[in-house]
Every structure is written in C-alpha cells, then in structure tokens.
C-alpha cells in the first residue's frame, strides 16, 4: 500500500488552501510557510522554514510522529502530541528533532535574530514548547522565551549532544509614558521618595553639606560618598534612608555656558562584584535651551550562553533626567499598581539610543571631584536641594512566585520540564531562568551542563542505584541584586567674572563697550549609586529532591528549598556533595529518609534543627552503618546505629554570643573515632559497647558524658586526643580498656560549680589503678572566678579517679582548697602534676593521692637499671625527689644517677674528705677494688649541671685511697664537688 502525502514547498499567508485542512497520513515541507491552519495528519515532517502566530501554542490533530530537521518558530510556541476529534490528548508515538534542527517559541514583543516572525502579543499565554510520545530524540534545538516553558515527556528520552532551555533576557519590553511606565523584564522596584525643595523644613527635603558629600581616599582615585538622610517609601510604609560607598568612581562632566554660568554634573557608582563592569554618559535635553544633561549608568556583564556555547551581554542601564527635564513626579507601575518610580528615572536593559550618542566624561578621575562639588571659594556652605530616590531590584526572572499557599518554585517561568522511564542526558545543554525539573527512572547523565536557578528532581531507578553527579552545579552566573539611586540639584556662587558689553544693544550704530562684573552662578546635579548588593555569581538551589532505590550516590550540591525524600537503605553523599535543608526543613528523620540504613557522608550535611539519624521511634529505627569523613552541622544532632564511625566533623555549635546549646549523642555497638571532631554548645554523650578513639578533638560547652561496656582503646601512648569541656560524667567502667592517651581539659564557668563523676575501682595509689579502669592521662582543670570542680561518685557507692598527669590552672593554685571539692566516697590519684606532688599528695583528708609507683605516658621518664640491663620507666615525680631514695644507697633520687638500683659494694666505706692545703682544695676517699670513679664540680647545685673535673680507677683487689687536689679559684663565688662511682 502506498503512503499518500502532502508536500508543500512554497510560502502560505494569510488563509490557508482547503487541501489543509483535509486529514492526510503524511505532511511534509519543504519550503517556507507562515501562519499554517491547523493540519490533521498522521506524521508530521518539516524540512524548511514553518512559521505560526496564534492564540495558544500551535498544534496538530491526529499526529502519532513528528520529525523536524529545519526551522520551527512558533509565537507562542508549539504542542506535540496526538490529539483526536474528541480533544483527548495522548502521548504521540515519536518525536525527532534532527541535527542543527531549531524549534523556538517566542514571548510577546520578542523578536529572535534570524527569524521572520516577531511575537506582538497575539494571545495571551507565554511562549512554550511542550513534548509528549513514547520516543523522543533531539539532536538539535529546542528554546523557549525568557517567560517560557519547555516540557519534554517521553518514556525514552533521548537528548544526546543537543540544546533544551530558556534563552537569556532581550531588554527594552518595558515602556515609559509622563505618568506611567510597565517595568523591564526582571525588574521591580524596592521604594522611592522624591522633594522638589518647595517645602523646606522638618517636612521638606534634607539639608545637603555639599563639602560632606564626597571625599578622595588616600592613594586612589575613588572617593567615599554619603548622601543625606532622605525619606522614601515602599509598599508598606515610609522611612529615612542614606546611601553610603567607601570606593566609588567617579564621573563628572563641567560645562561653562557662559562665562558666569557653569554646570557641573557628577554621579558616583559604586560595585563590589568585580565581575561587573560600568560606565557613565551624559546626553542633551530635549529642551534645547537646557544645559543640563541627562546622567546614564551602564552595568554590563559578559556571560555565557551554554545553549549555543557563546557569550551575551547582560546589560542594565539607569538613567537620570531629573536636570535634563521637566518631568518630577511619582510615575505608577501599571504591572504591580502598587509601586512607584521617580519618573526623572528610567531603568531599561535595552542599549538607549541616547546612551550611543551621549558624551562622556571631560573631568579626569584624578581630579578631585570633591573639590568641585564644594569650595571655600563658594558663597553656601549649606543647601536646600532637590532630591529624588529609587531602590530596585535585577533578577533573571520574568516574575517571581507570589508567596501564597500552594506556590512553589516548579511554578517559576522561564522553565524546563524533562520526564522520562529512560531520559539520556549524555552532553546535553539545558538552560533554564527559574528552574529545571528532572524525572525520571533511569538517568544517563555524561558530562552535561544544566545552568538554572532552581531544580528539582524525582528519580528512580530499576537497577537500584540512583546517582546524581553533574545534575546540579553549585554556582552559576546570573547577574541579580538590589540597586539604590539617590539624586540631588542645587546652585551654589563663587567669585565675579567681567565681561564687555555693548552700552545700547538696542541702537545698532551705538558700538561703545563698556564692562559688566556679573557673580558666577554654578549649577549641581550629583547622582549616587549604589550597587554593591548586586552578584554574578548565584547558589544553585533545588527546590525539591525525591530518589527512590537501593543505594542512593549524591555528588552534587543539594541546596533543598521545599522538599526532600530519599527512599533508600543505602545513601552516600560523595566528597564533592552537599544537602542543605533550609528551616522549614529543619530535620534529618524517618520521614525524610524512612528507609534508610546505611548513610555515608564524605562532603557536608547542613540543617538547622535535629540530625537524627536512628534515633526515632520504633527503636529498630537505628542505622546498621553511619560513617562520616566530612562535616555534618546542625543544632542537634543524635545517632544510634550498630557501628558508628565519624573521622571528618560533627558540629552542633550555633552562635557565640548568646552560645548554643546544641547537643551529639552517639549510641552504637561500636564506635571509632580518628582524626575527626566533635563540636556542641550543650552535651556530648557517647554510649557503646566499644570505643576506639586516636587523634581526636571533643570541644563542648557543657558536659561530656561517656558509657563505654565492654573496652576502650586509644592507642596511648600515641595518640592525640584532646576534650574540652565543663566537665564529665564517667557511668560506666569498661571491662577493659582506659584513657591514658586522652587529654581532658575541664572549665569551669566563673561562679558554677561543675560535677565531674568518677567510676573507676579504687585500687589505691599502686599501677594496678591504671590498669582496665577507665584512666586518664591528662586532665587538666581550669577554672575562673570563685568557680569549684567537684568530684563526685556514679551512683550511692564509692568511686575514684586515675589522672597520670594533673594540671591545675593558675586560679586554682591560688586557692586550692576552695576550687576543688572530693566527695568523701571518691579518691582522685594522680602519678604527676604541674605542681609539686609533695604539695598535692594527702589533701583532703587523704582524697587526693600521688601515686608515685606508676609510670605513665605522661607521668614518666626514661632511667637505667644495671641490674637488668635495660632502659625503664620511672615515675618523674619520684625520679626528680630531693627526699625519696628509692634504691636505699643513700642518695636521694634526684642526684642518683641510677635511682633504681643500690650501691651494694661498700658502699658504707666510701667517705668523703674535703681540706684546703695553701691555695689548693684536697679531696680524698676510699675506692674500691675495681671501681672507677668520676670527680665533678658545679656553681649552684640548684641547676642540676655537674662538670667533670677527672676521673679515677682504683685497678687493685683492695680498697685504697684516693686524692684529687684542684687549685682553689681565683674568681670570687664558691664550688661543690661530688665524687660518685661510675657503674
């Protein structure tokens, strides 16, 4: 059977042949039509130009196939599916859109380069292109306007190396009349105000100090500007306001119209994105006796369109006619009716003709404007001047969604919709002005470029894994932000210009000359800008995010407005993956993740409520695994899961003044925590069978609790780990396991008195107390003003406390007795401190011990001991006593150099003789058989530091004498000697 068909190949205007609109199998084009009737056909084709204007987007009847491989210019745009007799729309069977194809539609008023057709508002809908069959492939174009909407719907959607999206602004569709104006595209004002000086007074307009409003800073050509208290108003009530900029540029333009009649017309424009560029122009009046000229600001801004891979100028341009014209009242805003403008402004993102032809500026930057505007040399110091003042706002958007029940950000125009079983996405190019909206079961996802706003996503998958990477940018450029204009006019004089005159102008054949001294009158007009509130650079937002599967993989910034859910046992977000939720979304719970079991963070997880992660009810809500190596803030944050591991941060601090009161609570069979941190304003409790913690930082505002069953390890004496906090609460002793790596640093507010609960064996001070009992290595007490630490024991029985080095702050040294307080049921033992364990040892009725027997990695040093041969640890308290003598050979610890073991040859024999003979010192002593011994002097035995003065070996099998005599010095001062084996 042969397929009949349609073939057109020239132009059609105007009314359509009756062979349109007769129902055909096949049309195809292969020329140029415009204003086409609606075709009834069973497959679409168009090779050439088809061009429609028409009420609501142009569509077929009947079409199950569409192919495009030419142009389609559509105002407002196109509809593809099939739509029977009976209006029932159904999905087509396949839409195609070929290589270097292009379907646009077009806004009202927008006319797209290269096209014959401009949008004059025929109807009233929005430009759109909306897609829906079971196959769609694009390999070309597919654009809609700045206000539009693109909607693809397919089960397989194939958008390989194509463009989809919304194309940037074209300024210049607003429109100005003397009472009115409709606003610019993206363009809404902020307030206004304005005084023609006709009221002066408390009411009128402000007292200008010319010689305050701007001043040159030191080494640049840029000035701090200020503009006087003005009032204005906005859509709820009036105010006063000043526009301030520290390093504006300046713009001035001098004109002397005669010789005792100056202009001078300056403006002032300030940005803080560098990103943006600026210039000034000044064009004539349309009153050609007007000196004045009208002001004009440009901001431009290169950016890239990724649609067609080029740049655009994103131009916006302020002018201000307030001298130039005669026009000074509030102008309505016909598109808001609520809102006004000065109507000596004018605010368009379409290039003025004015502004090409407008002249710049003939007074240097490096020239002190500030000067002109102001001199000693002028009669007025202070003006009653004429002001006017506007505040708006640049967006991308066409409009913004009104904030009523039921809005929401997918409702944004300037819009693309993609939803597909099956959507390919492999080096597409999508742009959208409000957002882009994903869904779809299974995303390929290849090195594509989404540059929007806003998006949202709903993905699934069959596969089980659903993985968003490259979806979601973190910034990109849209340039937006609020800009602030103040205007004002005033005259000032300065000195006397003479000129010569004719005596009778009236008499042509009088000619004398006589001269005429006139005050030179000096006109002002300064404009202020302010647009240091405007950015290029936009965060990239999703306003919701659905994914439902197995495992979930998230390695784009999620910046969640709306909604969240994840329907997953298994989620990762990757190292370059954010989700924040916003305060209407303040919690990570079951709701939000009602599934989930196994969560792995390596980027940032950001909310403002409570991150509970298991931790809700029913109590087979807690996690299998939670790991965490990045960073996860919040104002609480809990977690129960069977193995908990964090080696990146958990924060819940938020604010320092008035400080939080967030909390981290962590309750896991097993716990490990390694070069990672814990920050909260309020508690940190860890509750878990077994605690592994090596290289990590706790800092917390309030109480540091830990339950720990069965062990701890924390690898001392090679760890790092340090906790800060006001105090702890110690509830359960591990059965085995202790602290002794760990540095505890407990501070005490001024005035508060801070419990510290100990649960450890009291073992007395033997090493035996160190030992599977919960000790510490170093705790380190700080107090302030009349604060007290308390030591206190868990539960009605008796407790103590194993500290091998113990540190007391500065306020505490001072007043030990009144900033420590040890219950009577609890003994604190500590093997070292920072003062004198002499001073320390038995305070407190004997509850506060030195336990001098243990060597710990913080309490020790290292010491010989010849009897085994080897090199020991040595408590450093008990190795530097002046009174201990721990091997009983009658030398004190401290000048022993081998406190550990006795001298047992001889030892009683060996005496000392010390004389002076004439100018010499003698020192004898008996030396044992065999022995050898060292003579050593020093000038302050307090030092420590002995010199060898020489050695002596006694090589016979009997004890003899020994004589060592040294020249008395001559020097004043005094020596001690010693003589001591050398063993």
Do not use: C
């Amino acid at each position: 059977m042969k397929l009949t068909r349609l073939v057109l190949v020239g132009a059609l205007a105007g009314s359509a042949s009756a062979a349109l609109g007769a129902s055909t199998p096949l049309f195809e084009n292969f020329g140029t039509l415009t204003n086409v009737p609606q075709l009834d056909t069973t497959a679409f084709a168009n090779y050439g130009d088809f061009n429609v204007n028409t009420l609501i987007p142009y569509e077929t009847q009947n079409t199950l196939y569409f192919t495009n491989t030419g142009r389609m210019i559509g105002n407002p745009g196109f509809r593809f599916e099939t739509v029977n007799a009976n209006s029932l729309r159904t999905a087509a069977a396949s839409f195609f859109n070929g290589l270097d194809a292009r379907i646009a539609a077009n806004d009202a008023g927008r006319f797209l380069p290269g096209t014959v057709l401009t949008n004059f508002g025929l109807g009233f809908e929005n430009s759109q292109i909306f897609i829906s069959a079971s196959n769609v492939v694009n390999k070309g174009q597919l654009l809609a306007d700045t206000r539009g909407r693109v909607r693809i719907a397919g089960n397989k959607v194939d958008l390989t190396r194509s463009s989809v999206g919304i194309l940037p602004f074209v300024g210049g569709q607003g429109f100005v009349t003397p009472t009115n104006f409709i606003p610019d595209v993206g363009i809404s004002d902020r307030y206004w105000g304005m005084d023609d000086g006709s009221s002066p007074g408390p009411g009128g307009p402000p007292q200008l100090v010319p010689g305050s409003l701007a001043q040159p800073n030191r080494g640049s050509t840029n000035y701090t500007v200020g503009s006087p208290q003005h009032a204005v108003t906005n859509e709820l009530n009036g105010f006063r306001t000043s526009l301030r900029l520290t390093n504006a540029s300046a713009f001035t333009l001098t004109n002397a119209v005669t010789p005792s009649n100056w202009v001078v017309q300056s403006v002032f424009v300030q940005t803080s994105d560098t990103n943006i560029a600026f210039n000034v122009k000044f064009t004539p009046s349309s009153i050609a006796t007007n000196p004045y000229r009208s002001a004009i600001v440009e901001f431009f801004k290169l950016e890239t369109n990724v649609l067609d891979g080029g740049n655009f100028t994103n131009l916006v341009y302020l002018i201000d006619r307030v001298a130039s014209e005669t026009n000074f009242i509030l102008a309505t805003n016909l598109t808001t009716q609520t809102t006004y403008r000065p109507a000596n402004y004018e605010v368009t993102r379409a290039t003025p003709f004015e502004y090409l032809s407008g002249q710049r500026p003939n007074v240097r930057s490096t020239n002190n404007v500030g000067a002109i505007i102001f001199s000693q040399t002028y009669s007025n110091a202070l003006v009653t001047n004429i002001y006017s003042a506007y505040g708006f706002n640049v967006t991308n958007l066409a409009f913004t969604v009104p904030n009523v029940r039921g809005a929401s950000l997918t409702n944004l125009p300037g819009r693309v919709e993609l939803v597909g079983d099956e959507l390919n996405l492999t080096r597409t190019r999508i742009r959208g002005e409000g957002i882009v909206t994903v869904q779809s079961g299974n995303v390929i996802n290849t090195n594509s470029v989404i540059d929007v706003p806003n998006l949202s996503f709903d993905l699934k998958s069959a596969s089980g894994n659903v993985l968003v990477r490259g979806l979601a940018k973190d910034m990109i450029e849209r340039t937006t932000g609020d800009i602030f204009a103040w205007t004002g006019m005033w005259t000032n004089q300065t000195g006397t210009v003479t000129t010569n005159t004719v005596a009778n102008p009236s008499d042509p054949t009088q000619v004398t000359m006589e001269p005429v001294t006139n005050v030179i009158d000096i006109g002002f007009h300064v404009l202020v800008v302010d647009a240091t509130r405007v950015r290029v650079l936009q965060p990239v937002f999703t306003a919701s995010f659905a994914a439902r599967g197995t495992n979930v993989m998230i390695a784009d910034t999620l910046r969640i407005r709306e909604s969240i859910l994840v329907e997953a046992e298994n989620l990762t977000v990757g190292r370059t993956g954010q989700i924040l939720l916003p305060s209407n979304i303040p919690d990570w719970n079951r709701i939000n993740f009602p599934t989930l079991k196994n969560f792995t963070n390596e980027g940032r997880i950001t909310l403002s409520g409570t991150a509970a992660m298991g931790t809700q009810s029913p109590a087979d809500s807690a996690y299998i695994n939670i790991i965490n190596s990045g960073t996860i803030s919040a104002f609480n944050q809990s977690f129960r899961a069977g193995y908990f591991e964090n080696t990146g941060a958990i924060l819940s601090e938020r604010g320092t003044f008035p400080p939080g009161v967030g909390t981290v609570t962590v309750e896991a069979g097993s716990v490990k925590l390694e070069n990672g941190r814990f920050e909260a304003g309020g508690d940190i409790r860890i509750g878990a069978n077994d605690l592994k913690i090596q290289n990590y930082a706790s800092t917390n505002r309030q109480a540091f609790t830990l339950a720990v069953t069965n062990s701890i390890a924390d690898a001392a004496p090679l760890t790092n780990n340090v906790i800060s906090t006001e105090g702890f609460n110690f509830t359960v002793k591990p059965r085995v396991g202790d602290l002794l790596g760990t540095r505890i640093e407990s501070i005490a507010p001024r005035f508060l008195a801070i419990p510290h609960t100990a649960v450890s064996e009291d073992r007395g001070p033997t090493s035996a107390g160190y030992k599977d009992n919960l000790a510490i290595g170093q705790l380190s007490l700080r107090g302030d003003l009349e604060s007290l630490f308390v030591f206190v024991p868990s539960g009605s029985g008796k407790g103590a406390l194993y500290v091998d080095y113990l540190q007391l702050g500065p306020l505490i040294t001072n007043d030990i007795p009144n900033s420590i307080l040890i219950d009577p049921n609890v003994t604190v033992y500590f093997a070292d401190s920072n003062l004198p364990v002499d001073q320390l040892d038995g305070l407190f009725d004997g509850r506060l011990r030195w336990a001098s027997e243990f060597a710990g990695p913080s309490s020790s040093v290292d010491v010989i001991k010849r009897s085994e041969n080897k090199t020991v640890k040595m408590n450093r308290a008990l190795r530097t006593s002046a009174k201990l003598d721990t091997d009983g050979d009658g030398i004190p610890n401290n000048l022993d150099n081998f406190p550990l073991d006795a001298d047992t040859r001889g030892a009683s024999t060996f005496k000392l003789t010390f004389e002076k003979r004439s100018a010499n010192v003698s020192i004898s002593w008996i030396a044992q058989a065999g022995e050898s011994y060292v003579v050593e002097y020093t000038f302050d035995l307090g030092s420590g530091k002995w010199q060898t003065l020489s050695t002596v070996t006694n090589s016979e099998q009997t004890a003899q004498p020994k004589l060592i005599e040294e020249p008395i010095p001559a020097a004043a001062g005094q020596r001690f000697y010693r003589v001591r084996p050398m063993r």
